[in-house]
């Protein structure tokens, strides 16, 4: 079976150091993969989406990156972190774009 | 572009009973799929149920049910005999060339 994971499970990190949050999946291969965040009691908005190794799509303009060294691992990266950063971060996969998606366990970030 | 509107930011329902969640949606797509996920405190988002735009039947799966009226774009959620577990944020998405969130509902099992 497929198992998805994410870490770290919790983060406090400063204004203006960097960001790495790791997504592994396991059980499949070739997965799409999809980066969210979720602000305290708000829905989910997309970051990020890969369909393949080195193909990342960007949904919003930010000071967020994202990267796919390999075919089941899908990083999230700063350079300088916001405050508006802080929030609840949700890695996802798929087989195919537009089916279902589920869902890795999330990282909860802070941002002070 | 899709859109998906939940009314209810919250609702709060005896144990056992059963509870509806709203769904509507807007897509120009004559083919989509809608979901349902739920959000327990943890945080972890976890698929509920799908509905193909084209499937005659409404989507079941155990306890949780899809009353989809595509003529009036809303994909309700049915949750039948209510169990404090249940309590939980819930989503409506649609599906797309990426799936659309609707901004939830906070659903509380009352002992």
């Known amino acids: 079976s497929q198992t998805i994971h994410q870490w770290p499970a919790t983060l406090v990190q400063p204004v203006g150091s960097p960001l790495s949050l790791e997504c592994t999946v396991e059980g499949t291969s070739n997965p799409n993969l999809y980066w969210y965040r979720q602000a305290a009691g708000r829905g989910l908005q997309l970051l990020f989406y890969s369909v393949g190794i080195g193909q990342i799509s960007s949904e919003v303009p930010q000071n967020l990156s994202a990267s796919r060294p390999q075919d089941r691992q899908f990083i999230l990266s700063s350079k300088k972190l916001l405050l508006s950063d802080s929030g609840f971060y949700l890695c996802?996969?798929?087989?195919?774009?537009?089916?279902?998606?589920?869902f890795g366990p999330g990282t909860r970030l802070l941002v002070l | 572009a899709q859109k998906i509107t939940q009314t209810q930011p919250g609702m709060f329902v005896q144990e056992k009973e059963a509870v509806t969640l709203d769904c509507t949606y807007d897509t120009s797509d004559p083919s989509y799929g809608l979901f349902w996920y739920k959000q327990p405190s943890s945080g972890e988002m976890i698929f509920l149920i799908y509905q193909g735009s084209y499937d005659q039947q409404n989507a079941t799966e155990g306890r949780y049910s899809l009353n989809f009226q595509k003529a009036r774009k809303s994909a309700n959620l049915v949750i039948s005999a209510s169990q404090l577990g249940d309590s939980a944020m819930y989503f409506c998405?649609?599906?797309?060339?990426?799936?659309?969130f609707g901004t939830g509902t906070r659903l509380t099992i009352i002992p």
């Open positions: 996802a996969w798929s087989v195919f774009p537009g089916e279902t998606q589920y």
């Open positions: 998405a649609i599906e797309g060339e990426k799936l659309t």
